[in-house]
């Protein structure tokens, strides 16, 4: 007996488009939360599926695919763009109908990869996207003449406010026929003659009165001048430094404050023992320590986002090209480096979009150098114990040593790429091409959920990882207790001041002491576990009545002025991140590299921090 049809496979349609395109707005605003991430079988480029609910009553699975320009990958990521539009992706099935997104406010060449998908017979949908922005740069497009030339449906779509939803829908069930279509044969592009096509297409359907381009090419003479674009980016960084030790000290000072007298309910309330010293010595000296410092990584990454959304990041990397090529990368490594500021784990994920596998796997290697948000916090509590907040010239003293830590960090990243691109990933640079994006202002909802987003983020890692880390190391300092008659601080005689002691000898070169060592090792598994694991450790280590001080109060009084120095200058390059050197092994599918990448790190950091110790000692620092 023959299967009724209306209880067949669910109708696969692919979202495929340019970057830049709004594509992935469009699958959100389509599937809402009903979304599905994985990963395609046999490589590591990110799946995301969702249920569509179609007017017709059928629901569609509906597959985000990367973006991509053309047919003819250059990277992994369009490679599986190509291989799913062809059915060659393994695992995966039959494309019922594709929907190809367009940038509106760009026509001119996002037109030319919907005419090589028009080639290959598909059941295909237009969705014309950002009308909004091309309304407002003056564009005004003829959708019906459009949809009459190209002989598809075209529907005009905002997908960041859900406008055009339901029309999409229809059009899309129309296409959709009972059985999928057999795969396209794959066959040769004229590209010229496509683009030549897609001119004629945007010139016929579109009238613009210019405004808004020539307004933007004022604006690129300058961010992209060859002497004013790289002093404006060096202002716009150098700003964000300051902004992040200046405009955080009020939030962070009513945090501090808020642990301190939580500490203190806690001490009145509680008995003296083992339970009130976890809590105070070991969560809120640990986790506090970490968590005072969130004032700080979210007005880092509100430029981040700021300048991300606004087109001002691309422009960056075009204007970072030159001084790449010279250390034989080019400017498409920028973005995910970029991205590496604030984790290195998406910064190394977003190398899947650059085309040569040895510039990716360069990328890879150096993108731990980059200063990631887990360095902030160690980076802030050094600097706050040991720079005094003075005003050099129209600067603080702070925010200058910040802003020399990230270039140190850029600095060492373009050094390893140099040495890299001539040893073990020697090869030619492909030649850097990237669509500039449009000018636009970041919207406050936006921003505010990328800031939302990445406060949960850094909460929920506290909350997780660097509290599991404070309790093992609490109770590592805390066992066995000393013996009667100790005079000599309780972590001494523990499981953590005995594997301090052991070694203490291999880091006392550099200026470290025991308690910099233990905290090292727990902080193996993210850097700013070392923040709390110090905190941890120096409270233990008071052996005063009140245990009174903040965490940079006690390094202050601890360390020699050499040896902060020297701790600064080891995790500007220090592989103290478990997650980076997991995802390494994933995008490389070896343990070559993330073996590679840790021992390389650990050596530079050994080295920087040991030059920066005996030097800063001859000084007389």
């Known amino acids: 007996m023959n299967a009724p049809a209306n209880i067949a496979r669910p109708p696969v349609v692919a979202l495929v488009g340019n970057p830049n395109a709004g594509k992935t707005s469009l699958f959100n605003a389509l599937t809402g939360s009903r979304q599905k991430v994985g990963n395609y079988p046999g490589v590591t480029v990110e799946r995301k599926a969702g249920r569509l609910a179609l007017p017709d009553g059928r629901v569609a699975e509906l597959v985000d695919l990367p973006g991509t320009y053309s047919l003819t990958p250059r990277s992994p990521d369009e490679a599986v763009t190509r291989d799913a539009i062809f059915g060659r992706m393994a695992g995966e099935k039959r494309l019922d109908a594709v929907v190809a997104v367009i940038d509106a406010t760009n026509l001119r060449n996002h037109l030319r990869f919907v005419l090589e998908l028009k080639a290959l017979g598909l059941p295909l949908v237009v969705a014309l996207n950002m009308v909004d922005l091309a309304t407002r740069d003056g564009i005004v497009i003829d959708t019906a003449l459009l949809a009459n030339l190209l002989g598809l449906p075209v529907v005009e779509t905002v997908a960041v406010r859900r406008k055009g939803l339901e029309a999409l829908g229809t059009?899309?069930?129309?296409?959709?026929?009972?059985?999928?279509?057999?795969?396209?044969?794959?066959?040769?592009?004229?590209?010229?003659?496509?683009?030549?096509?897609?001119?004629?297409?945007?010139?016929?359907?579109?009238?613009?009165?210019?405004?808004?381009?020539?307004?933007?090419?004022?604006?690129?003479?300058?961010?992209?001048?060859?002497?004013?674009?790289?002093?404006?980016?060096?202002?716009?960084?150098?700003?964000?430094?300051?902004?992040?030790?200046?405009?955080?000290?009020?939030?962070?000072?009513?945090?501090?404050?808020?642990?301190?007298?939580?500490?203190?309910?806690?001490?009145?309330?509680?008995?003296?023992?083992?339970?009130?010293?976890?809590?105070?010595?070991?969560?809120?000296?640990?986790?506090?320590?970490?968590?005072?410092?969130?004032?700080?990584?979210?007005?880092l990454f509100l430029f981040i986002i700021v300048l991300e959304q606004s087109g001002y990041m691309t422009r960056a990397a075009f204007l970072m090209d030159r001084l790449m090529a010279r250390v034989g990368l080019n400017g498409r490594a920028f973005i995910p480096l970029l991205s590496s500021f604030a984790c290195a784990v998406p910064g190394i994920m977003a190398t899947r979009s650059i085309d040569s596998p040895r510039d990716r796997l360069t990328t890879i290697l150096i993108a731990p150098l980059m200063t990631c948000s887990a360095r902030l916090p160690v980076y802030a509590v050094v600097i706050g114990a040991f720079i005094p907040a003075r005003d050099v010239g129209p600067f603080g003293s702070q925010g200058?040593?910040?802003?020399?830590?990230?270039?140190?960090?850029?600095?060492?990243?373009?050094?390893?790429?140099?040495?890299?691109?001539?040893?073990?990933?020697?090869?030619?640079?492909?030649?850097?091409?990237?669509?500039?994006?449009?000018?636009?202002?970041?919207?406050?909802?936006?921003?505010g959920l990328g800031l939302y987003g990445r406060a949960t983020a850094f909460l929920s890692r506290a909350g997780t990882i660097i509290l599991a880390?404070?309790?093992?190391?609490?109770?590592?300092?805390?066992?066995?207790?000393?013996?009667?008659?100790?005079?000599?601080?309780?972590?001494?005689?523990?499981?953590?001041?005995?594997?301090?002691?052991?070694?203490?000898?291999?880091?006392?070169?550099?200026?470290?002491?025991?308690?910099?060592?233990i905290a090292l090792v727990p902080g193996m598994a993210a850097r700013e576990v070392a923040v709390s694991a110090l905190g941890t450790v120096y409270a233990l280590n008071d052996v005063t009545e009140d245990n009174a001080g903040s965490l940079i109060e006690r390094l202050r009084s601890a360390w020699p002025l050499p040896t902060a120095l020297a701790f600064l200058a080891w995790f500007v390059f220090a592989p103290q991140c478990i997650s980076t050197l997991a995802i390494t092994r994933r995008e490389t599918a070896s343990w070559r590299w993330p073996i590679f990448m840790f021992s390389y790190l650990f050596a530079a950091a050994y080295v920087a921090a040991g030059i920066t110790y005996h030097v800063a000692v001859a000084s007389g620092l």
């Open 171 to 299: 059009a899309l069930a129309a296409r959709i026929g009972d059985v999928p279509p057999e795969p396209p044969q794959e066959h040769p592009s004229d590209v010229r003659a496509l683009q030549k096509q897609a001119r004629q297409l945007a010139s016929a359907v579109e009238t613009s009165s210019g405004l808004a381009r020539r307004w933007s090419q004022r604006i690129d003479a300058v961010v992209l001048h060859p002497v004013a674009g790289p002093l404006l980016l060096a202002g716009i960084l150098f700003f964000m430094f300051q902004a992040v030790f200046s405009w955080a000290e009020a939030p962070m000072g009513w945090i501090e404050a808020g642990i301190s007298a939580l500490q203190v309910e806690l001490a009145a309330r509680l008995p003296e023992g083992w339970f009130l010293s976890l809590l105070n010595d070991g969560v809120l000296a640990g986790v506090g320590a970490v968590v005072v410092f969130l004032p700080q990584i979210l007005i």
């Open 400 to 447: 200058l040593v910040l802003f020399a830590l990230y270039l140190a960090g850029i600095l060492g990243a373009l050094v390893a790429a140099f040495a890299l691109r001539r040893t073990v990933t020697k090869g030619q640079a492909p030649p850097f091409v990237m669509e500039m994006p449009k000018y636009q202002w970041p919207t406050a909802r936006d921003v």
């Open 469 to 517: 880390s404070t309790i093992v190391l609490w109770a590592m300092a805390s066992w066995p207790g000393p013996p009667a008659g100790a005079t000599k601080p309780p972590i001494e005689y523990s499981l953590a001041g005995k594997i301090g002691a052991a070694l203490e000898p291999f880091f006392a070169p550099i200026g470290f002491n025991k308690e910099i060592v």
